[in-house]
């Protein structure tokens, strides 16, 4: 099984930075694929970008060069450093895993493993 458990969410005025975290565990081969997603309650998750262990990284068009995806393997850890905040990226972020190591999209139907989110709240 694969354990995903975020931090680093945040309140910050429009304009600002975050740096969201993603620590995982558990079978290294679940998770060849991690990605972060973002949903206001009563809406579909949003993918946001997602990387695999080729480090060939996607970003969902929302993002619009804003968000930068990373991950450090020798930490087991998902990175997503978020730029230019705007008050419409207040959302809650999850992090998510796939055993499947390539990518044809953002979808959250593909990712098995989530973790418990981390809320984001960007103030005007």
């Known amino acids: 099984q694969v354990q995903l458990v975020e931090s680093g969410g945040g309140s910050v005025q429009a304009g600002g930075s975050l740096k969201l975290s993603c620590v995982a565990s558990?079978?290294?081969?679940?998770?060849?694929?991690m990605a972060w997603f973002r949903q206001v309650q009563g809406k579909e998750r949003e993918g946001v970008a997602a990387?695999?262990?080729?480090?060939?990284?996607i970003y969902g068009d929302s993002v619009n060069g804003r968000f930068i995806i990373t991950k450090d393997n020798a930490k087991d850890t998902l990175y997503m450093e978020m730029y230019s905040l705007e008050p419409e990226d207040t959302d809650m972020y999850y992090c998510?895993?796939?055993?499947?190591?390539?990518?044809?999209?953002?979808?959250?139907?593909?990712?098995?493993?989530w973790g418990q989110g981390t809320q984001v709240t960007v103030s005007s």
């Open positions: 558990g079978d290294r081969y679940r998770r060849r694929c």
């Open positions: 998510a895993a796939q055993s499947r190591p390539w990518l044809t999209g953002i979808n959250p139907h593909d990712f098995g493993y």
């Open positions: 990387i695999c262990t080729t480090d060939t990284a």
